[in-house]
């Protein structure tokens, strides 16, 4: 008798088993616009959080710094600023190479949520199993420096060099892929030059008077 009644309890939990699956999946895709927008919103800030540290552990190991250096004239003033071309391509490289491996990385590419954070009320907030959503791949890491001058008080300037880097992130949710494009400027250096404000600034690239290939601005009165 008990095994009849075993056997007999077999296929009812079996439908119930497949009811709960065909409810959450049901849930699921009722929820979808939320949870695309929670995981590419997940996506954004696992991927800024690894550029900012990508760029601090290169900033600790000292590889930000004399990346440009400061030309004077012969009465000591500051006549331009040269940027080491070469080093910074390779510091571009690097840090696109850390940006990628820490996004790849799998406990940063799981950014499954609680299905309870999907429901309006606050209550169920972390509770419930969670949903699936990892990063897949990382494309288009691109990173750039720009050198930006700016006055920063009476016979001051501001020289400030930005590192701005950009990612394609593709991640997985339970109902297909989402792409999330991520942008960040990040504060490599700060100098302020004390002296004449200088009028203007011009461009010239690759000069050929270096033995490196450097960006030269040259500053005008």
Not at 32 to 40: S, T
Not at 103 to 112: E, K, M, Q, R
Not at 187 to 198: H, N, Q
Not at 207 to 216: I, M, T, V
Request: hydrophobic fraction near 50%; proline fraction near 5%.
């Amino acid at each position: 008798m008990k095994r009849i009644s075993k056997r007999r309890r077999l296929p009812g939990l079996l439908l119930m088993l497949l009811g709960f699956g065909f409810l959450c999946l049901t849930l699921l895709r009722n929820m979808d616009p939320l949870v695309r927008d929670m995981a590419v919103s997940g996506a954004k800030n696992a991927a800024n959080a690894a550029m900012q540290k990508a760029v601090a552990g290169r900033m600790a190991a000292g590889e930000l710094t004399g990346l440009v250096a400061l030309v004077k004239d012969d009465a000591g003033q500051i006549t331009a600023a040269v940027t080491d071309v070469g080093r910074v391509n390779a510091l571009q490289a690097a840090l696109a190479g850390d940006v990628i491996g820490a996004l790849t990385d799998p406990a940063a590419a799981n950014l499954g949520v609680p299905l309870g954070n999907l429901l309006p009320s606050p209550f169920f907030s972390g509770l419930g199993p969670r949903v699936p959503i990892r990063i897949l791949s990382v494309s288009e890491v691109e990173v750039k420096m720009a050198s930006r001058f700016a006055s920063a008080g009476i016979n001051q300037t501001l020289h400030r060099i930005i590192l701005s880097l950009s990612a394609r992130v593709r991640v997985l949710i339970p109902t297909g892929t989402v792409t999330a494009l991520v942008y960040a400027d990040v504060p490599a250096a700060e100098t302020v030059i004390v002296g004449r404000v200088p009028d203007s600034y011009m461009y010239f690239e690759s000069s050929d008077q270096w033995d490196e290939p450097l960006e030269k601005y040259d500053i005008l009165s």
